[in-house]
């Protein structure tokens, strides 16, 4: 029992010592790697990749696994996937004008073992920075070569054939490099003097002018489109409307209808009764005018006549009456004209003779006065005397206060002032019966 036990457990542990030495010594390759193996016994093998490349002193193993022996044999993981580096390269074209390109270049290892072992003999133990570095220069200095040979306007409207012959150029140097480009990008080109700038601004404007008149195209097919689409609208509420209105007067007149049903039966029903009263009334309209025609009218027409009969009368009676007394005015109306005539004439008469007598006594006083004129004056004075007297004494009775100095000669100096005022008055009535017998006379140039 002891003895198979320890059989047992020496098969175990040579079995743990075989998977720990096979583990050891073991290597698998990742995917996007490969494995380079150098030191005793490590060849390449020929291939179809490698025609006749048999002594190059290293293995190449990708996608699998090998046994390295340690101590004899050394391993190296080398990198075959994808790397990346940019491009900025400044160089002019062939119209001498500064450009500045720039892109990206993506590039790996490629895949057949010769290109791996170019690579691994050249990259192998250098940094990732070495690699990029190295690339980068190399397509830069192809980049500068192709850009002094191109215009800018091939370089802008054909950036394939850039890129196509910049693959072109760099291929004989990748493939010694063991490389290969998957892609290559040109992103931009620009220059410091505004070339490219100017180049696009025809193309610029045009293509803007484009889109602004096709803007406006539009924007006018809409509207117009838009216009019609609210024409169509307003058409067609407008024709809803009118069906609508069409419907609810349709409706409003059946309701209407409905509704005045009741009061049109009522109204024809009291048409008839108001028909049956105006018969009635007019029966009692006829009833009472007979009524009234014989007890009102008739005994009224007859009062009339009768009052009519006596006032003729009594007008015919007045008529006669004033004619009677009309005539009687115009027969005493001629009776005094004939009596005031013959009064008249009497008193004409009477006059005419008091004017003819007053006419001889002017005429004597004139003929006397025109014989004695102081004596026919002092007729009239004395005659007048009196009133002129009374004339004086009037004015002194104007006098409030009256004083007389000198007594009782003083008096007598007055009245014979006032005499002697007659006997002044006799001259001047003298002076004026001359100038009127003498008539008018003449005036002298002095009077002129």
């Not at 190399?138 to 980049?143: D, E, M, P, R, S």
């Not at 370089?155 to 054939?161: F, K, T, Y």
């Not at 803007?208 to 097919?221: H, K, L, N, S, V």
């Amino acid at each position: 029992m002891t003895s198979i036990l320890t059989i047992v457990g020496a098969a175990v542990v040579a079995l743990v010592f075989l998977i720990l030495a096979f583990k050891l010594v073991w290597r698998v390759a990742e995917p996007n790697e490969a494995l380079i193996i150098s030191g005793l016994g490590a060849h390449g093998d020929s291939s179809a990749d490698m025609p006749g490349d048999t002594g190059r002193g290293f293995k190449i193993v990708v996608g699998g696994g090998t046994a390295v022996i340690p101590g004899f044999q050394t391993v190296r993981r080398f990198y075959l996937g994808l790397r990346t580096t940019t491009l900025t390269v400044k160089a002019p074209s062939n119209q001498s004008i500064p450009l500045t390109v720039k892109g990206v270049v993506v590039f790996k290892v490629a895949d057949d073992k010769s290109s791996i072992a170019n690579a691994a003999r050249r990259f192998l133990e250098q940094t990732e920075d070495v690699l990029v570095g190295t690339i980068h220069e190399l397509f830069a200095g192809h980049l500068r070569a192709i850009v002094g040979g191109l215009s800018v306007e091939d370089m802008l409207h054909n950036r394939e054939s850039l890129t196509s012959a910049i693959r072109s150029s760099l291929a004989d140097d990748l493939g010694k490099l063991g490389l290969i480009v998957d892609s290559l990008q040109i992103q931009e080109i620009d220059d410091e003097v505004g070339y490219i700038n100017n180049l696009g601004k025809p193309q610029a404007a045009a293509i803007e002018a484009a889109a602004r008149i096709a803007a406006a195209q539009r924007d006018q097919e809409a509207t117009q489109a838009e216009q019609v689409a609210d024409a169509r609208k307003a058409e067609a509420v407008r024709q809803s409307q009118i069906e609508q209105a069409a419907y609810q007067a349709d409706v409003d007149k059946a309701k209407a209808e409905s509704a005045q049903a009741g009061p049109l039966m009522q109204a024809q029903a009291r048409q008839e009764v108001v028909r049956a009263e105006t018969a009635a009334a007019e029966l009692d309209a006829q009833r009472q005018e007979k009524v009234l025609n014989t007890e009102v009218r008739k005994p009224a027409d007859a009062e009339a006549y009768r009052q009519v009969t006596i006032a003729n009368a009594e007008r015919d009676a007045a008529i006669a009456r004033a004619q009677a007394e009309a005539q009687q005015t115009t027969l005493t109306g001629n009776a005094e004209a004939e009596a005031t005539k013959a009064t008249g004439d009497a008193e004409a008469a009477v006059i005419q003779a008091k004017g003819l007598a007053e006419a001889a006594g002017i005429k004597a006083r004139a003929d006397a006065l025109a014989e004695n004129q102081d004596a026919v004056i002092a007729q009239i004075i004395a005659e007048r005397y009196p009133e002129i007297v009374a004339a004086g004494a009037g004015a002194l009775g104007n006098i409030d206060n009256l004083v007389v100095l000198n007594g009782g000669d003083g008096m007598e100096d007055l009245l014979a002032k006032a005499m002697t005022m007659g006997g002044a008055g006799l001259g001047i009535a003298q002076n004026l019966i001359a100038s009127i017998t003498a008539g008018p006379k003449e005036e002298t140039p002095a009077e002129q």
